[in-house]
């Protein structure tokens, strides 16, 4: 199953396939390691995940593809026109 990951606001990431399903999330505790921690639906399903600790987010990544047997990116941000800069040529 393929997976993207994105930041959210709480600054943990958040893991969903296609269909922007929630499958789990990736946080770091106080001592800079990560965790995944299952959404509710999914935790009959991964119980067998190894959830932590990892030393970064992409050992997480990993975690989750290797259970998974599909890739997980990270979801690239997008800024939209109207919050992007404007940059105006000035012509002499």
């Not at 969903?16 to 999330?25: A, K, Q, V």
Request: aromatic letters at 4%; hydrophobic letters at 35%; charged letters at 20%.
């Amino acid at each position: 199953m393929d997976t993207t990951v994105r930041r959210n606001l709480a600054g943990g990431w958040g893991v969903c396939d296609l269909l922007e399903r929630p499958i789990c999330s990736i946080t770091r505790d106080l001592h800079g390691s990560y965790w995944i921690i299952l959404s509710q639906e999914q935790v009959a399903r991964l119980s067998d995940i190894r959830k932590g600790p990892f030393p970064s987010v992409d050992a997480a990544m990993t975690a989750i593809e290797k259970n998974l047997n599909g890739p997980c990116r990270h979801r690239a941000v997008t800024v939209s026109e109207s919050h992007s800069p404007r940059i105006s040529a000035v012509t002499t």
